[in-house]
């Protein structure tokens, strides 16, 4: 999972949520981790890192298309790193 949002992320009202989430993401509760990740891409839809953490989220659920649809996602909106890559493979890998 993506350690921390881009700078530009921060200063957007779901900071607190984006921090909620990698706190669930952390604690091995991916589910509730994933509907937050999928509440801020309702709600802010340009926070990127939400994408790509559904996506992480995803590969720990074992929902393989879902988590390359949401990698794929993120990487096509300019979120090209290395955990979206490995999120991408791995999914991949498992289909």
Not at 30 to 36: F, K, P, T, V
Request: proline residues 4%; aromatic residues 6%.
């Amino acid at each position: 999972m993506n350690a921390a949002p881009h700078e530009s992320e921060t200063e957007l009202p779901g900071r607190a949520a984006f921090e909620r989430m990698a706190a669930l993401f952390a604690q091995g509760r991916h589910e509730q981790s994933l509907d937050i990740c999928l509440q801020l891409m309702r709600t802010h839809p340009k926070m990127v890192n939400a994408i790509s953490s559904a996506a992480a989220n995803c590969i720990m659920l074992r929902r393989w298309q879902e988590a390359v649809d949401y990698a794929q996602t993120a990487l096509a909106r300019g979120r090209k790193t290395l955990p979206v890559y490995d999120a991408l493979a791995s999914a991949c890998g498992e289909l």
